[in-house]
């Protein structure tokens, strides 16, 4: 339903009337002809994106979207879409699994699109950088690596994530073991709240400073930008991927069930992340990321998984900028127009291991992975341990920490409209999900929140929700950390005017 509101009308004279005018940046599906290829722009999802007929009946999309270009403009927008009723949704880099920053399945609501907020400004001497939200992985990995060749940022893989919503989510990426998430590296912020103030760190107090790092998107205001605390890297280190396909499925269930048990107790600079699929045999792709020459790599693998057989040239060096190209899948010599990126309906699901799985679980894996069609399904096994085991599980809200091997990310992905290609794929995950419980973390079973799932409960599509109905999700995501994160967010936001399916509810006493 993208039929204009009465209010929509209120909006735009409001909107229209500021100092800042930013009439000509809002679209509307009555009135621009660029409402679908903005909304569009985005969408990393493609099940919830204009065309697709069958998940994306069900949301509602924006009645306008407004991409602002100042920080006065974002004030202009949530103080005008308060005072006429409306509701408010963010979005970053439009990753978001559920599509929950750009399609609702609530009320009608003004999409903010910070596309046009995607300054990176770079200072070495304090090895930090103010980065705005809008601004995607590769822009900022690039602006650093052109200041510097041995500063870096410890965020994720993927170079089309949107900044804004990645750090609200938490933020993992190949040197997680080293420096934490990005969560972890964030010294200061603006955000601008639902009385349209913008807040600095100082301003805005430790306790939503905290929630901000990582507490979830679209609930305690908009953050505008950044200040990212940059780590040092060496000038060369080792990156590569080097990939196995057993010739049975007992081959692999013996080298992953080797992995996980040295995965979490290796170097901190050294991660070793593994993504498997299918095609005829399982197969297995370990992404390797060390933080130093190949020699000393060698020495260590040959020590703790010599069963991986990696080999002097399987090894490849190169800058850490030169890293972050071979783990999106660049080919070496790409130049800025190549793009090995498409994005395929999916559905992704979480879970974390604290004790290796059992050979009849990894067995039972690859059986289901199996009942998919080729490359359909994919794991992705996501080492802790070294310096995750160290950060206290309160220090930022994410709470998987100490006594955390592994994360699992898994997803399933397809193409097609039919409604029925979506369930069997859809009831695969879920079964999946299913078989994997009496394996993963429990009470509460654990999820990442960057990986939003609508399975694990949504809030009520009024607006309603209670703390205690929330605790349901928000206990799998931020575990003891989510009753503090209610509480901030009845001091920060107490109309709950911040929200979507899974934003934490205000908890007042
Ligand atoms: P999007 O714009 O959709 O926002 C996500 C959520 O945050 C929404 O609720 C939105 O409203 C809110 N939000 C956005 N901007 C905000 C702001 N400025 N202030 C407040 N709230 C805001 N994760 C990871 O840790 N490591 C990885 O390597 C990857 N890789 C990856 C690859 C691919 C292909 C996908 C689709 C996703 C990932 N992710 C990931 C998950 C990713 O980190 C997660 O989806 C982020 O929330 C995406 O942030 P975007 O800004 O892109 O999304």
Redesign the pocket.
Known sequence: NTQPQPQYHDLLHCLCSQEDAICNLIYTAQNSTAYASVLQF?I??PRFSNNNASSSSSRTKPIAIVTPTTIPQVQSTVLCSRKHGLHL?????????E????ASLSSPFVLLD?VNLRSVTVDVPSKSAWAQ??A?LAEVYHSIASASRTLAFP????P???????I??????TTLRKFG??ADNIRDALLVDADGRVLDRAAMGEDVFWA?RGG?????????SWKLKLVRVPLRLSAFTVSRTASSDAEMTKLVDRYQRVTDKLPDDLMILVMIGAVDQVQAAFQVMYLGGKERLLRVMNESFPELGLKEEDCKEMSWIESVLHFANYPSNSTRTDSP?S?AK?K?KSDYVGTPLPESALQGIWSRVHQVEAGAALLHLIPHGGMMSRISDSSTPYPYRAGTVYKIQYYVAWSGEQKEVEERHLGWIRKLHEFLTPFVSKNPRGA?A???DLDLGMNDPTGETSYEQARVWGEQYFKHNFERLARVKAAIDPSNF?R?EQ?VPPLSM
């Open positions: 985005s990393r999802n949704r963010v979005r970053s880099g439009g990753h978001d699994f599509g929950a920053s750009y910070l939200s809008g995607v965020a994720g893989l993927c089309t994530v949107g900044l804004g919503g990645h609200s989510g938490g933020g993992y990426g998430m990005a901000i979830g998107g679209n609930t305690y205001g908009i953050v505008v990126i994005f999916l992704a990442y960057n990986s939003r911040f979507n934003s």
